[in-house]
């Protein structure tokens, strides 16, 4: 690593002393709600929200004496040397992007919290508000290292700027219309994963299996939906109060509940909610109920295979059911989840996302599971077949960001693969690096099972993740910049 070890201390220093302004200003841009509206807002792109987190951060840049840009409410830019790739069309110097988003999943169900998730707080080390960790603590991050090149002198080789994204959660949006009229930067780095470095992002292939057959009583609601990408931890069926169906469900135990009101029966079920990628770390709430319905023979027989469909989906995570179950040696094998669950016009509707190998791009996922959907009575309705992407592991970016990440942090990893889809996934010359790292849990009893990480209730981020991040990218940063070529 071309940082000697005088250096890193000096680093090291400075981002101490740091640490209380960049609490200040994350928790400036945390106190805006700032959710992705994608489809009927007055506010055009994504809402409001997302106007106003955009607006604050780049004006955090200003006060810190960067040149900002705002490309039309979709993204902005925060750049070190004023310049930015947005304006360098006809090539030139390579340059250097970090790529941070400031929109955030929703809060819901707010009865879930312990901490408002508005009104950021620190208590024991970690700073607790929605998005904080995923993603608005990577973009301060991504500031204050331009900062420290700025404050020490520092003119890269390689122009560097910090990216916002708005519309990061709900589907990259706002990068779809930046990259149709706009030039990317040279290269992007995008901390919204783990160190070290991510070489690929699986593919995805997502949809909704819509029931041929029209439900009947006694089946009057379903609901589940936490967000297509996260693994609900509630979900609930009203059934109509038929003879015989109470006393299936009038001594129910956690994690169910149930009640009767005006004539209908409603059923609860609860859960622990977590990234669908990484489906084992939480318990499916919509798989508990599907489970009761089947064994307790509450609904007809074709209402009933539909349910069962919902636990043979989520019984393995591998697509087994939907038959379109494949791996390879780089990802492992295939992921996909049922996520989602509604009753409209009659018709059960379950949704489910899927993340691919990396080398399956060509594999026909679409007609495999449109077959097996139909013999279970049901037809496909594709919501995304997007590619996998995969960056080479012998490019020397890769080499000098592992070896930095590795020294900073006292590890010996490698580059990997990943289920979660980022940024990287749409950019060119891109790859996912940070900031997440391996840490002691929270203090016991400081964080409800199911809450305190990203896409949670109560999501937070420990300081010293912050604070070894900011590390490992100023480093970073400073030793790709030495390499002739970004691209070699």
Known sequence: MSVNLGDRKEI????????????????????????????????????????????????????????????????????????????????????????????????????????????PVVRNGYFIARGCQDNKSSAVMGL????????????????????????????????????????????SLVPDSGFPVCLGERGSFNGELVSDFTCGSPLLEAESDCGQYTVPDRASITLSDEPGLWEK?????????????????????????????????????????????VDNNMLPEKESEAFRLICEINGDHRGTALDVSCEDEPSGPMNLVA????????????????????????????????????????????TRLGKANYFEPDRQVVKRLTGVSNEVLNRQDG??????GTYARKL?????FGTGMPLPPAPEGMFRPGHGDYHQPDESIALVRMEKALEVYICGLLEIDTLGSLLE
């Not at 379950?350 to 013999?375: C, L, V, W």
């Open 12 to 119: 090291q220093n400075w981002i101490r002393e740091k640490m209380p302004d960049m609490i200040r200003d994350l928790k400036r841009i945390c106190r805006i709600r700032s959710v992705a509206e994608t489809k009927g807002t007055s506010q055009p792109p994504y809402g409001q929200g997302c106007i106003d987190v955009l607006e604050e951060m780049l004006a955090i840049g200003k006060e810190n004496g960067f040149e900002t840009h705002n490309y039309d409410n979709y993204v902005g830019r925060i750049s070190l040397c004023g310049t930015g790739a947005g304006e360098n069309k006809d090539g030139g110097t390579e340059d250097i992007g970090i790529w941070a988003h400031l929109d955030v999943v929703d809060e819901k169900p707010l009865e879930d919290w312990d901490y408002e998730p508005y009104q």
């Open 144 to 187: 204050y290292a331009l900062i420290y090149m700025k404050e020490h002198g520092i003119v890269p080789a390689h122009p560097m700027s910090l990216y916002l994204g708005t519309c990061e959660e709900q589907g990259m949006y706002e990068l779809d219309y930046f990259l149709e009229h706009y030039q990317p930067p040279t290269l």
């Open 249 to 293: 469900c009038a001594n129910l135990t956690e994690p169910f509940s149930a009640k009767r009101e005006d004539g209908r029966i409603i059923i609860t079920a609860s859960g622990i909610s977590t990234q669908a990628s990484m489906p084992e770390k939480g318990k499916c709430a919509m798989t508990a109920l599907a489970g009761l319905i």
């Open 339 to 382: 996520t989602q669950l509604r009753l409209e016009d009659g018709h059960l509707v379950i949704g489910f996302i899927s993340k691919y190998p990396i080398t399956k791009n060509d594999f026909p996922f679409e007609e495999r599971a449109g077959k097996a959907a139909e013999a279970r009575g049901f037809h496909l309705k594709v």
């Open 415 to 420: 580059p990997f693969v990943m289920s979660g």
């Open 428 to 432: 060119p010359n891109a790859l996912a």
